[in-house]
C-alpha cells in the first residue's frame, strides 16, 4: 500500500533513489515508511530554486500533491 508521501531535495537522484530502495540509512524516514517508489521529480539548475519548490510542495495539501503525482504520472 502506499499511503506516505515523501518529498526531499538532491543533487544526485540515482544515488538517493538506490538509498531509499535499499534502506542505507535504517533509522531515516525513507526507510521506517518505505518510500522507495519514486514517482515525481523536478529539475532545477540551482539549489536554491530546488529548495523553494521542495518548500512549496511540503506546504501544500495533501490533494495538491496527489493531483501533482497524477497530472505527471498518471499510471
Not at 530502495?21 to 519514486?38: E, I, Q
Amino acid at each position: 500500500m502506499n499511503t506516505v508521501l515523501y518529498t526531499g531535495v538532491t543533487s544526485e537522484l540515482t544515488t538517493r533513489v538506490w538509498q531509499h530502495k535499499t534502506n542505507v540509512y535504517p533509522g531515516s524516514f525513507s526507510s521506517k515508511y518505505k518510500t522507495h517508489k519514486l514517482v515525481y521529480y523536478e529539475y532545477f539548475e540551482f539549489i536554491e530554486e530546488a529548495i523553494a519548490r521542495e518548500k512549496q510542495i511540503k506546504g501544500g495539501s495533501r490533494k495538491k500533491k496527489i493531483d501533482l503525482i497524477n497530472n505527471f504520472n498518471p499510471e
